[in-house]
């Protein structure tokens, strides 16, 4: 039985550029992965209904306390153990170097309140990742608007510069996607790369 038996349903309010991944099969049960900034666990649904090993670290208190009961409900081996999802910031994960196979840092980073806050937030992730670790990123970004109004609720929007420069040290393993959203005037950035070994 593949992981897609069980059905588009478990996917949830997952972002929609991770069930891509998903379905491409860039995901198996070996890695061990991490949601930085994971919330209540949008992101983490399908991999805890499929038995992977995820790991979670978000600033909300109540947030956390919804995710761990969450996946104690779905898997027994997460009814006891307080470790897998933790209080933490981006910018200081609490996790040991090259331990994660897969990091998620969805929807996370335009939250740094500079650049950087923001370098800080992408050398963490990058810092706890495997080599040929895989880093999921989506956040927003300046392309096509070089002069915008700093009318958005987000302290720092990255450039595509200031991106490309980061992704250059790894491979790329699809093209960064960047998507216009013009009800909300922003851009949003999606990066998938395989970290290199330094």
């Not at 930085?36 to 109540?62: H, I, M, S």
């Not at 949003?188 to 395989?194: A, E, Q, R």
Request: aromatic share 12%.
């Amino acid at each position: 039985m593949s992981f897609l038996d069980n059905g588009i349903g478990l996917f949830g309010n997952t972002d929609v550029y991770l069930i891509d991944l998903i379905i491409k099969g860039k995901f198996n049960l070996s890695q061990k992965i991490l949601d930085v900034g994971c919330g209540e666990g949008r992101n983490l649904k399908w991999f805890l209904q499929n038995r992977f090993d995820v790991y979670g670290v978000d600033l909300n208190p109540a947030a956390i306390r919804m995710i761990q009961m969450y996946a104690a409900s779905i898997d027994g081996r997460y009814k006891n153990e307080k470790e897998r999802f933790i209080i933490g910031s981006a910018g200081d994960l609490p996790f040991a170097p090259a331990q994660f196979d897969v990091i998620i840092h969805s929807a996370v980073a335009h939250f740094a309140k500079d650049k950087t806050e923001f370098i800080q937030w992408w050398e963490e992730s990058i810092k706890v990742l495997k080599p040929d670790g895989i880093l999921f990123m989506r956040t927003s970004i300046t392309y096509l608007q070089k002069n915008r109004d700093n009318d958005t609720p987000f302290s720092f929007i990255p450039d595509y510069d200031l991106i490309n420069s980061l992704v250059s040290e790894h491979k790329l393993i699809e093209p960064i996607k960047i998507v216009e959203v013009p009800a909300k005037g922003r851009e949003m950035g999606v990066i998938v790369l395989k970290k290199q070994s330094n």
